[in-house]
């Protein structure tokens, strides 16, 4: 299991910004030299439409994609969507950058876009992963975003032959588990947990639901469940999903329509907002196209119409909601100055800024020959005066209650380094650091200014 600081840092938009209550999508176009053209923006959540970029942005022709092809990039802010070109009928992985709307692409060999049953990408692992059709077969394999370049993982999943959901699929990146639903020829409904490092699946028979009645999937990862909207007649409720036992249970006492508003949906577009604990999905219900937002603990759902003025009506490829960080920074609070010992250190300095995905150097300098020092990590906390261990250095304190301390020793100056992985669940903050250093005297400890850091981007 990948080890991850979920609980304390940032881990969606709403945790960090209460401003970005958006969702990113690609959208289909229409008009004059526009149909048939995709095109990136938000879906705010009360429906209105911002496209970033131009019809052209993604691919001047025409892109042709099946829905839920899409993947977030949250660590570098882009997008990845499977679709075929127009121009010369390639299957071609595009990464689309979010700030500017505009893509590249790549070409994947042998893997025709509408035989692709699920796209994900793990941020912790920088790994894109796809399943695919092969012959019949789920096939799991990744993707080099730069080259387009596919390896195979793994064998097909063994069956005579596999219907699959195509769209509807779900990533527990914490355990490296990517989770599609398969009829395979002759048995019976299954939900499938397939590991993206070995390519092995499990599974077991869905209870409660079957694969045709189950429209999308998100997995939250800090409590462990896999969510699933599923058809209850012509309308839609949200529910639990255990991939342990295949038991679909409903959340709530009520389809959203209350069983009598007919909701239809696109396959696979759908996402989770994990730090509000929203499920969303687009949805069709009297005619007109709305954004739906259900609660995962109550099965309720508010929904608001979605601006179809420019873009087409229901041609909707995917749904992502935004796992951003605030502005990364450094910050050396007044009230926790330097406390040196007689020879005038340890003095902090740190190069780098905390953004996911670099390395901080942090250093210590005019540090005792023989002395010890240690780089303490943790979370800021009211100022304690080492006097209270008998240290006689004046000044000298500790502004952190520290999760971790780096030791080092015999040397006028000692470096460490910080790498943040590109993972948004590294967000958040402010965590300190402050170097202590012994004298060799008595209890004496001198420290220096404490700096705090906030992981973003």
Known sequence: MKARF?????????ACSATSQMLFAPFGLTGPGADGHRQVGTIRYDGAIALR???????????STSSGMTAYDAGRDRLYMIGRAGVDGSTRLFVIDLATGGATSQVLVDVPHDLVTGIVFD?????LSILFDAAGDEQLATIDPTDGSIVQVGTPVATATLVTSAGVVGLDAANDRMFFLGKPSGGADRIYAMDTVTGVPTSQPLSGATVSSIVGMSFDELSGLLFALIQVGYDR??????PASGVVMPIGVAPIGGGTTAIATIQGVTSYDPSAGRFYFV??????????????SSGVATSSA???????????????FPVECGQAGISYPTICSPGHHALGGPLLSITGTPQIGTTLTIRADNLMGNAF???????????????????????????????????CSGSATATANLTLPPDPLFCGGPFAVQWAEYTGVGMDFGTSRSAELVFGN
Do not use: F
């Not at 941020?123 to 790994?127: E, F, I, L, T, V």
């Not at 979605?306 to 992502?320: N, S």
């Open 373 to 407: 020092c240690g780089l303490m990590l943790g979370v800021p906390v009211a100022p304690t005066p080492l006097s209270v261990i008998g240290s006689t250095v004046a000044g000298s304190k500790v502004c952190l209650n520290p999760w971790y301390t780096l030791p």
């Open 237 to 242: 409720q949200l529910a639990t999903l255990d």
């Open 283 to 296: 949805g069709r219900a009297g005619g007109q196209w709305s954004l739906y937002s259900a609660s995962t």
């Open 6 to 14: 979920s609980s304390a840092l940032c881990v969606a938009t709403l």
């Open 123 to 127: 941020d912790a692992d920088q790994r």
């Open 53 to 63: 970029g131009n019809s052209d942005s993604i691919d001047a022709g025409i892109v």
């Open 306 to 320: 979605i601006d179809e003025t420019a873009i087409k009506g229901g041609l909707y490829v995917g749904l992502e």
